[in-house]
């Protein structure tokens, strides 16, 4: 079936400006994540999603980063003011199970650069 | 506070060398493990896993992986690389049944030369 799937691909902005990242889970996925990746730092995590519950969003840098998640499917990462050091691929995971217990699959990313 | 650590950023091989990679973790309870590839160009995906039992895992491609629970440790090996094994690998744990996130280390990357 299809897989996780992130828009868009690619996503250049100016300082400043306000961005929304789309995330399209797996079909019948529970949870699902978020991560960034910047060059040379690995991927860190930014805010979970289970089901109905609260999300922990505990890995979010700063309150100019929120997520949501509508009906328990599709996502959407909004980041206000953007700011250079925002420029990273962030990318979105979901998986069957709760964290911890399962495989959890990527999707391609969302390549954000701020200028 | 949790953290992942992989020793080595940058790993060049010929053909049929044997690879390991490390990694060592630092967590206060008990924890699952995952090695993530990336290819290039391609999604991030699941190389092997553990949660119990055997610490010596088999994933795909003829990849392995040993979990040292003393030395808090989750190293990956192949015994004979191929140049289809160019890509980056990524260690990662989460706390077993109740934590939310995965955190990765680094990155190795892989260049296998023919």
């Known amino acids: 079936g299809a897989g996780v799937s992130q828009s868009p691909s690619n996503k250049v902005t100016e300082k400043g400006k306000d961005v929304e990242l789309r995330c399209d889970p797996i079909?019948?996925?529970?949870?699902l994540y978020w991560y960034r990746q910047s060059l040379g730092q690995g991927l860190e995590f930014l805010i979970y999603?289970?089901?109905?519950?609260?999300?922990?969003k505990s890995g979010l840098p700063s309150d100019r980063f929120s997520a949501e998640r509508t009906g328990g499917s599709v996502s959407t990462l909004t980041i206000q003011r953007t700011q250079q050091e925002d420029s990273a691929v962030y990318l979105c995971a979901s998986s069957l199970r709760r964290a911890g217990d399962g495989e959890q699959f990527f999707g391609p990313g969302t390549r954000l650069t701020v200028l | 506070a949790q953290s992942v650590s992989q020793h080595n950023h940058h790993v060049i091989l010929s053909e049929a060398a044997s690879l390991e990679l490390g990694c060592n973790y630092s967590?206060?309870?008990?924890?699952?493990l995952f090695w993530y590839v990336q290819y290039p160009g391609q999604h991030l995906q699941l190389l092997l896993k553990?949660?119990?039992?055997?610490?010596l895992v088999k994933g795909i491609k003829g990849f392995e992986a040993e979990f040292i629970k003393s030395k808090f440790s989750f190293n990956l090996r192949k015994p004979s690389v191929q140049w289809s094994d160019t890509a980056e690998y990524f260690c990662?744990?989460?706390?077993?049944?109740?934590?939310?996130?995965?955190?990765f280390g680094t990155g190795t990357q892989l260049k296998v030369e023919l």
């Open positions: 999603f289970q089901g109905n519950s609260a999300p922990d």
């Open positions: 553990y949660f119990s039992g055997d610490p």
């Open positions: 967590y206060g309870g008990t924890v699952n």
């Open positions: 990662a744990v989460i706390l077993t049944g109740g934590g939310n996130k995965l955190t």
């Open positions: 079909s019948g996925h529970t949870a």
